[in-house]
């Protein structure tokens, strides 16, 4: 009777409790672990002489929480970019934006970043930090107040002398720069949590087909659709999932009252930045490395319409998605791409994007593995 027990029992459980690893080929297998390891060694910006200093991180952990940094004084950077919701806020676009037409991004593994905004409209991290400080509509503060809060709170100059060595000086924007620079170290160190797919990365690359069997099936089935077939790891690429670039991905453009130019018009708004790596406050200048691909960009029509493709790290807590927040759920993402509508997409340049036409198996399997990006 004990064992007509147990066999009912798991009878019952069924396969979602059952372990097995699929048949990988070598290729397959070269594919996955080139998105890992997890997290990948740090990355300090050469533009930024105080990224990855303590005493800079703290002052940039302090100033992303003050309010008095707005024009109002009350909202903060963390007002967006709220640590619980890991670090967006939730919401299909953001609330008092000048542009009021884009998806706040999460701030989590943005040392990793190449380009920063939907639009890539800033090259260094510390300049896409400065901007929304002073733009109309979000925090709306001006270059002299806000050089001049710092200097006269007694905890905010003490900040920023530990950080930077010096008392802040006379020179409002350089004062403001040094500011957003403490905000990026800070913001460099919020790397995204080691997830379940992590863990089946690694067994594979040790070999350990025992853990990597604890992978749940449905993932690997999603995984391999995402590597193999269905393409999503063309531009979802590397350890942080993102080739860092743009594309037109079918979502419509258009907007109340016109368009969003995406990657064409944050071109030239990076471009025409003083706060560019090819401008004065790059703290390496000529030798920084970074600074060769602004200097090349070149602004084409078939950038009109693009938007940064973002890294899949901790999906399942950044919904709603896309750059204008248009789809609510990861269901919604891959049924977007199954159904996508071709004719949308650019006729110019590289064609990578195609209709999936998934099956509804193929569908869950997929958006499974997208939840195992996430912890």
């Known amino acids: 009777m004990r064992i007509v027990t147990a066999l009912l029992a798991a009878w019952l459980a069924g396969p979602a409790t059952a372990q097995a690893l699929l048949d990988f080929s070598a290729a397959e ?27 800079a991180i703290d002052f940039g952990a302090r100033l992303f929480f003050d309010p008095r940094l707005s024009a109002g004084g009350d909202i903060s950077c963390a007002s967006c970019h709220l640590p619980p919701r890991a670090f967006q806020d939730g919401r299909p676009v ?10 706040t991004p999460t701030l989590l593994d943005v040392a990793w970043q190449r380009w920063f905004g939907w639009d890539g409209a800033h090259d260094s991290l510390w300049a896409a930090s400065l901007s929304p400080l002073l733009q109309a509509g979000e925090m709306g503060q001006r270059l002299d107040t806000l050089a001049a809060t710092v200097r006269r709170d007694p905890r905010l100059a003490a900040g920023y002398l530990a ?36 863990d089946f990365r690694d067994a594979l690359a ?35 999932f993102t ?6 991905v079918g979502v419509p453009f258009f907007v109340p009252g016109g368009v969003d130019p995406g990657r064409h018009g944050g071109l030239h708004k990076l471009l025409a930045s003083r706060m560019n790596r090819l401008g004065p406050y790059n703290d390496s200048r000529a030798t920084d490395p970074r ?35 248009s789809l ?9 791409y199954s159904e996508l509508n ?17 099956t509804r198996q193929q569908a869950a399997d997929l958006a499974s593995f997208l939840r195992s990006l996430s912890r």
């Open 328 to 336: 609510a759920s990861l269901e919604g993402v891959v049924r977007h």
């Open 291 to 325: 600074a060769v691909a602004t200097r090349h960009v070149v602004v084409e029509h078939r950038h009109f319409g693009e938007f940064r493709v973002p890294g899949l790290r901790q999906l399942v807590h950044t919904a709603p998605y896309m750059h204008d927040g």
């Open 29 to 55: 297998r070269s594919r996955i672990l080139a998105h890992g390891p997890w997290p990948p060694p740090s990355l300090r910006d050469p533009s930024n002489r105080v990224d990855g200093q303590r005493a």
């Open 94 to 103: 953001a609330t008092g934006r000048a542009e009021g037409i884009r998806n």
């Open 243 to 248: 080739n860092g670039e743009f594309a037109d």
């Open 163 to 198: 950080a930077f060595g010096a008392a802040p000086g006379s020179d409002d924007e350089e004062v403001a720069t040094d500011v957003a620079k403490a905000l990026a170290a800070w913001q460099s160190t919020l790397v995204s949590p080691r997830t379940p797919f992590d």
């Open 342 to 358: 071709e004719e949308r997409l650019h006729a110019d340049g590289e064609r990578i994007l195609r209709r999936l036409d998934l």
């Open 206 to 240: 040790r070999g350990d087909a025992e853990a990597a069997a604890r992978y749940p099936v449905a993932a690997q089935r999603g995984l391999r659709l995402f590597i193999g077939e269905a393409r999503c790891s063309v531009c979802h690429t590397g350890p942080a």
